[in-house]
């Protein structure tokens, strides 16, 4: 049944969201996620409202498809002018990145220009050692490839923050993750690390003889019309309005407390993590991209194929695919990808006919922690409904 209520945002407020007639409450709970024959509108006005709060100071929300839209914004511009949330600021996607690098590369294949099936050592002799000869262009999509993470300077997030202008160089990275050994052979597990797409990002500039960055500008940014994404490169700063980022972390006179850092280098995310973008823009990006307007044909199949083979680290089933990941949420599949950077979280996701998509970013304060920011989950549950 189709939805023909759209609940756009007018106004936003500090304490909470304005969005519909009235802005809820601060203490209100999240009601009972709808179901595809329902508005999300009440529960997602309840899963962001009362920002800011301890685990995040603001939330970009955009629901769109054929099952009805919502956009909705709370929280904070910064905490110094508590001025509210900019809806359409820019933010850091993370490995949001990983979808573009995947779609980039399946353009290639279907090109002819990378052999999905065909070594990564075989474009690259002289990065990839002989130790890893076996690795294949998909398995380093699809995290079945099993080379380990490289090192980076740091073990704590203010080790992390004291390093955050490092620019820190593709090859070096590759070099760094396989002198170690495999972690297992080349399509016996799953572990979702970013080493596989930075060796992907040097694999499209090795075949296209063309930057990586030129490449998804020229393939998606443009074609698309995303004119407020972009690949930041060794630059430290969002360009263009943003909302500031905030990580929980020890401040210099001892204390916990949050610390801004919206100025951060993303050099170490790379293909796998750099990206900036809006809601506005994901939404797009995402609509085309499950409409095949990207990928195309059976090569889009790959983003939408779960290896058969566990998890490295829990032994549960794959749940990665090329780009893309897979949850069932409300009863149903939902696929999409999620990304963390420094006070941002993100994500875009969809269901497989495009019937309910779903582009968030989430200022979070404990941004890259292992467990899932209140937030993020309660967008995802108002959206799509719980596991």
Known sequence: MKIRTSLL???????????????????????AAPTAAQSPGPALEAAVAGLPRADATAALVRVGGEEG?????????????????????????????????????????????????????SYLPELIPASY??????????????????????????????????VHDPEDMVRSA??????????????????????????????????YERQVARRVLGP?????????????????????????????????????????????????????STTADLERFTGALFRGRIVRGPLLEEMFTLPEVTDFGTGKPAAYSAGLSMMVLGGREVWGKTGGRWGYNAAIASTRDGARTLVYSVNATDAKGRGVNRTAENIWVAAYGRP
């Open 9 to 31: 945002t007018a106004a936003v407020l500090v304490a909470g969201i304005a969005v519909g007639p009235s802005a809820l409450p601060a203490a209100a709970s999240a009601p």
């Open 69 to 121: 839209t919502w956009r909705g914004s709370s929280g904070v511009h910064d905490l110094v002018t508590g001025r509210p949330a900019d809806p359409a600021a820019r933010f850091r996607a993370g490995s949001v990145t990983k979808v573009f690098t995947a779609a980039v590369a399946l353009q290639l294949a279907e090109e002819g220009r990378l052999d999905l099936d065909r070594s990564a050592r």
């Open 133 to 166: 000869e076996d690795v294949t262009v998909r398995q380093l999509l699809n995290h079945t490839h099993g080379i380990p993470a490289p090192d980076f300077p740091g073990t704590t997030v203010e080790e992390w923050y004291a390093n955050r202008f490092h």
């Open 178 to 211: 396989t002198a170690k050994k495999p972690e297992f052979a080349p399509g016996e597990h799953q572990h979702y690390l970013n080493i596989g797409y930075t060796v992907t990002g040097l694999l499209i500039e090795r075949v296209t003889h063309d930057s």
């Open 224 to 276: 698309l019309g995303l004119r407020d994404t972009y690949l930041p490169g060794s630059g430290p700063r969002i360009v263009g309005p943003h909302n500031h980022g905030y990580q929980t972390m020890r401040l210099d006179d001892g204390t916990t407390g949050l610390r801004d850092v919206s100025v951060w280098g993303a050099t170490d995310g790379w293909a796998a993590g750099d990206i900036v």
